[in-house]
Structures are given as structure tokens and as C-alpha cells.
């Protein structure tokens, strides 16, 4: 049965019995680290436009995340990317992937 399952898929590879494969839906966003003073946790603001519903106009909308940390590595200023994750503590949800940009 096992072998049938491993040969059983579509021209890409991809299963199509009851072994589907889970798609990663975490979240990826990008901003900017505005405070690191707390251990292990950074807080990045992520700027998205979004067009307003009556005006049509695009505003700007930041929000703040607090995201976890582990090396200390991001300082003030630096360009972040996070990642949606399990809750850390009462406010961290989020976790740092990469630095993109250190703040000069």
C-alpha cells in the first residue's frame, strides 16, 4: 500500500491520495525595528498602504509587532523580516527570519 501511495501523484510530484502536503500560511511581513531594549524581543513597525474605502485615497497603516529575538541580534533602525508564529508570551506572536538592512 505504501508503494502505491509513493507512486500515485501528478506530473510535479505532488500527492493527490489523502497524504496531501500542508502549505506553510504563516504570515511574512517586512518593517523597521524601533525599539530592542527588552531581552530577546524587538518591536518592528510594518507600514501597509491600503486604498480608503469612501476617499479612494491610499493611507498609510503601522502597526507594531513584538517579535521574538533569540540572539539580540536586530538594533534600532535596522529593515527586519518576520514571521507569523506560536504566542511567545502575551503580546510576541511573531518571530525574526532574517536582517535585511542593518540602520546605518
Same mark, same amino acid.
Given at each position: 500500500?505504501?508503494?502505491?501511495?509513493?507512486? %500515485?501523484?501528478?506530473?510535479d510530484?505532488?500527492? !493527490? !491520495?489523502?497524504a496531501q502536503? #500542508?502549505?506553510?500560511?504563516r504570515?511574512?511581513?517586512?518593517?523597521?525595528v524601533?525599539?530592542?531594549?527588552?531581552?530577546?524581543?524587538?518591536?518592528?513597525?510594518?507600514? @501597509? #498602504?491600503? #486604498?480608503?474605502?469612501? +476617499?479612494?485615497?491610499?493611507?498609510?497603516?503601522t $502597526?507594531?509587532? +513584538?517579535?521574538h529575538d @533569540?540572539r539580540n %541580534?536586530?538594533?534600532t533602525?535596522d #529593515?527586519? $523580516?518576520?514571521? @507569523? !508564529?506560536?504566542?511567545?508570551?502575551k503580546?510576541?506572536?511573531?518571530?525574526l527570519?532574517?536582517?535585511? %538592512?542593518?540602520?546605518?
Amino acid at each position: 500500500m505504501a508503494e502505491n501511495l509513493a507512486q %500515485e501523484g501528478t506530473s510535479d510530484g505532488t500527492p !493527490t !491520495t489523502g497524504a496531501q502536503v #500542508r502549505v506553510n500560511r504563516r504570515r511574512i511581513r517586512e518593517g523597521t525595528v524601533v525599539e530592542n531594549r527588552m531581552d530577546k524581543t524587538a518591536v518592528v513597525a510594518v507600514v @501597509e #498602504r491600503v #486604498r480608503h474605502a469612501k +476617499y479612494a485615497k491610499t493611507v498609510q497603516r503601522t $502597526r507594531r509587532l +513584538y517579535v521574538h529575538d @533569540e540572539r539580540n %541580534e536586530a538594533a534600532t533602525g535596522d #529593515r527586519v $523580516r518576520v514571521a @507569523e !508564529t506560536r504566542p511567545f508570551s502575551k503580546l510576541k506572536r511573531w518571530r525574526l527570519v532574517e536582517v535585511l %538592512e542593518r540602520a546605518r
